[in-house]
């Protein structure tokens, strides 16, 4: 595997990482198997979040009998006052079987905390690092303007951001800006959460950049021999690849659902992520889940408010993107309930 130095922080490891996001969905013995066999096979860092309901449970049974220097945790914080912020991480350490974390983030925070900002945050990363819990200090956000201010703000060692070859030139320039900053850059949703199933292409795409890391969200086996696979030689990113990422990039511009949840919360509790991102993975497997047809429904419910769309960091016509989702799926479940009135 290619190794990348993450910025200030001086993390060095491997440029493909594993992600825990996927692994909430498996069984306990199940996830203890993958990330133990994800560790004996070279990945040494393990991404989490306080917020991935057992994931760090799963990974601390999974590590703990291995030399803690041998690998390297992230995990975050969704907390907003001090007190929070201490009992997330005391319960990230307890289920970690850490005493540390190497590195801590702000998640998903749509505010750079700082220095005598009146919150008292930025100071509970500073203790919390004094007193050897954290090794560094870093910020995970969805949001564009978000990332830019907190790389250049000299405070955060890492940002965690959203990057694939679905990714616009804006979001590609954050590589650069950490660059220069010196920043580590650290890339989720690699694969939209499984919606870009052409691995190859993925994994040819971001090895080019050699300040990025790359979290990995695997859920299978047979997801993580794929990968294991490619990184033994990487795939080049060559005119063929291209061409293939070409067409995927036309299918999906304009109408991409990243799945990030700024959008939320709708007036209408309508879960606007889960409908559309539920008749993407439907144009991807065929399969429409049982379950999402209530979810689908309560899209009759918007009153084009506008607020999605205002929220939406990618600037996407959000109502409009609801409606011809649900138009999709009564099509795709046979169903003929109020076609004419969408």
């Not at 996927?22 to 199940?30: C, N, S, T, V, Y």
């Not at 997801?223 to 995927?248: A, F, Q, S, Y």
Request: proline content about 3%.
């Amino acid at each position: 595997m290619k190794t990348i130095v993450l910025g200030t922080s001086n993390i060095k490891c491997d440029q493909n990482a594993f992600g825990a996001l996927a692994i909430q969905r498996l069984l306990m013995q199940d996830a203890i198997d993958l990330i133990q066999q994800a560790y004996n096979n070279g990945f040494c860092f393990f991404n989490t979040a306080r917020f991935y309901t057992d994931s760090e449970e799963k990974i601390g049974i999974a590590l703990k009998n291995i030399k803690r220097k041998s690998f390297y945790i992230a995990t975050k914080t969704k907390a907003e006052t001090p007190a929070a912020f201490w009992k997330d991480l005391n319960t990230s350490l307890n289920y970690l079987k850490t005493d540390y974390v190497d590195l801590y983030q702000f998640q998903c925070t749509n505010k750079i905390y700082k220095p005598n900002d009146g919150t008292g945050m930025y100071e509970c990363m500073m203790k919390a690092k004094d007193d050897g819990f954290i090794h560094h200090i870093g910020l995970s956000t969805h949001n564009l303007k978000i990332a830019k201010n907190a790389i250049i703000s000299g405070l955060y060692e890492t940002i965690q951001y959203p990057l694939s070859y679905l990714s616009g030139k804006e979001e590609l320039e954050l590589i650069s800006l950490c660059k220069n900053y010196n920043v580590g850059f650290i890339a989720t949703k690699i694969r939209n959460d499984g919606l870009l199933p052409q691995m190859d292409l993925s994994i040819a795409y971001m090895s080019q950049f050699d300040n990025v890391l790359c979290v990995w969200d695997i859920q299978r086996e047979s997801e993580l021999n794929t990968l294991l696979d490619l990184t033994k030689k990487i795939p080049v990113l060559d005119d063929d690849k291209k061409d293939r990422i070409h067409k995927e990039v036309i299918k999906f511009t304009n109408h991409f659902c990243h799945g990030c949840k700024e959008c939320l919360p709708c007036p209408k509790n309508i879960k606007i992520d889960t409908c559309l991102r539920s008749m993407l993975s439907y144009k991807r497997a065929n399969e429409i889940e049982p379950d999402i047809k209530n979810e689908m429904m309560k899209i009759k419910e918007c009153v084009h408010c506008n607020l999605c769309r205002i929220r939406c960091p990618y600037d996407l016509d959000v109502p409009e993107m609801l409606k011809q989702n649900l138009k999709e799926y009564l099509n795709a479940s046979g169903g003929n309930e109020d076609k004419n009135e969408l």
